[in-house]
């Protein structure tokens, strides 16, 4: 059952959630972001599907919009390989109207080898 | 690096992604939020950052990069994005050495629309 930004707590843990960077996946991604880079899984790519699978655990009303991002990458994830993400609630700030989250994220390959890490920041609307 | 941005390819990027928030895709919904239209998703345009990086640094971007991003304007359909990098200094840490780039994303009016850094080690 997703959580809604109210329930949240920093510190609060998602459940891990994991997915599978198929070759129809990444060939989708890439003619979407008009790229012709195909030897490994783009980095942004897993970071994409990595914030997608969180929205099975995380319900964030429509209107939500990014305001910052961080990541950093460890290593190459090649094409059909499944992966693992981790995610918490890093700070939770409201002032006014405005309320922001920030979740840390980290994805991990199958031998539990960490291939990256990120944070987003998202302003939900008023 | 220069992209086109349509509507057409943001919902594109939504069905690869999985991200399918209306205000990417649902021009009506969009059209009554303070963004007054649908918008490209951010991290389309972080993409394009990427893809700029790894043309220049090939995997070592992929395999020890590092962004820091900041979202300032939306990009919107029929908006031409350049990303543009510039290596600011090669710094030593730890023994290896890592390069530092000023990296931002501007539309066709010249308009700075995500800018931020990136770190990739060199050797």
Known sequence: ?126 | MVKHITQEKINLYAEASGDFNPIHIDESFARQTPLGGTIAHGMLLLAYVSETMARAFGTRWNSSGKLSMRFKAPARSGDTVTVAGEVESVEKEEGASYARCSLECRNQQGEAIVVGEAWVRLK
């Open chain 1, 1 to 126: 059952m997703p959580v809604t930004y109210e329930e949240l707590t920093v510190g609060y843990e998602f459940p891990p959630v994991s997915y599978e960077l198929s070759a129809s996946l990444v060939a989708k991604y890439l003619e979407a972001v008009d790229s012709a880079d195909g030897d490994a899984v783009p980095p942004l790519a897993v970071a994409a599907r990595a914030l997608a699978a969180l929205t099975e655990w995380l319900q964030l009303p429509p209107g939500t919009i990014h305001a910052s991002q961080d990541f950093e990458f460890f290593g190459v994830v090649p094409v059909g390989a499944a992966v693992g993400c981790q995610a918490k609630v890093a700070r939770k700030l409201t002032r006014g109207s405005m309320r922001m989250l920030v979740l840390e994220l980290s994805v991990s390959d199958k031998s539990g080898q960490k291939v990256q890490s990120g944070k987003a920041t998202v302003i939900l609307p008023a």
